[in-house]
């Protein structure tokens, strides 16, 4: 039933990017403006995107580092069992275990949080780019290539939203 349901929308949208772009062909005379945008090389490639990245690179290296005296101490834990096998030592080793997971999973939490806040800014920012560019240039239409099976080089436009992205965030 939702399967449906999601073909009819998908059908629906279709439907209405041709009819605007069919009605933006008869009111100016000529073709409709269309740009792709690759979202995810705007992110890698821009200024702010590689900030972004570094302080989430760094946030890991800094909580893989907090990790390591743990797991080293884990380790050492588990060969002083297999040495030595006692209900104690089991049960600390069992102790310690838990409490590196739940470490483990917080610093991944932490990371994840991290990553998805800096990621929204950074999207909100391409969006402000963009829309920038759809009113300077006249675009009909700009989408990004996720949602698009094939597109000619020639309506991609990347490389100026990184351009001006960067322009923007250093006028800042």
Same mark, same amino acid.
Request: with cysteine; aromatic share 4%; glycine share 4%.
């Given at each position: 039933?939702?399967?449906?349901?999601?073909?009819?929308?998908?059908?629906?949208?279709?439907?209405?990017?041709?009819?605007?772009?069919?009605?933006?062909?008869?009111?100016?005379?000529?073709?409709?403006?269309?740009?792709?945008?690759?979202?995810?090389?705007?992110?890698?490639?821009?200024?702010?995107?590689?900030?972004?990245?570094?302080?989430?690179? @760094?946030?890991?290296?800094?909580?893989?580092?907090?990790?390591?005296?743990?797991? +080293?101490?884990?380790?050492?834990?588990?060969?002083?069992? +297999?040495?030595?096998?006692?209900?104690?030592?089991? @049960?600390?080793?069992?102790?310690?275990?838990?409490?590196?997971?739940?470490?483990?999973?917080?610093?991944?939490? +932490?990371?994840?949080?991290?990553?998805?806040?800096?990621?929204?800014?950074?999207?909100?920012?391409?969006?402000?780019?963009?829309?920038?560019?759809?009113? +300077?240039?006249?675009?009909?239409?700009?989408?990004?290539?996720?949602?698009?099976?094939?597109?000619?080089?020639?309506?991609?436009?990347?490389?100026?939203?990184?351009?001006?992205?960067?322009?923007?965030?250093?006028?800042?």
């Amino acid at each position: 039933m939702a399967l449906k349901k999601e073909k009819k929308l998908k059908r629906l949208g279709s439907v209405l990017v041709g009819f605007l772009l069919f009605t933006s062909i008869a009111c100016t005379g000529e073709p409709p403006k269309i740009g792709v945008v690759n979202v995810i090389r705007v992110i890698n490639e821009s200024n702010e995107g590689k900030k972004a990245n570094a302080e989430v690179n @760094d946030l890991v290296k800094a909580r893989q580092a907090a990790l390591k005296s743990k797991a +080293e101490t884990l380790e050492k834990l588990k060969k002083s069992l +297999e040495r030595e096998p006692s209900k104690a030592k089991k @049960d600390e080793f069992n102790k310690a275990a838990a409490a590196y997971q739940k470490l483990v999973a917080a610093a991944d939490g +932490e990371v994840k949080k991290k990553a998805a806040d800096l990621r929204k800014v950074v999207l909100e920012h391409i969006r402000k780019v963009l829309e920038t560019i759809g009113q +300077e240039e006249k675009f009909v239409l700009i989408i990004t290539n996720e949602n698009v099976a094939y597109s000619q080089k020639s309506i991609d436009i990347t490389d100026i939203v990184i351009k001006k992205y960067n322009e923007v965030q250093g006028a800042k």
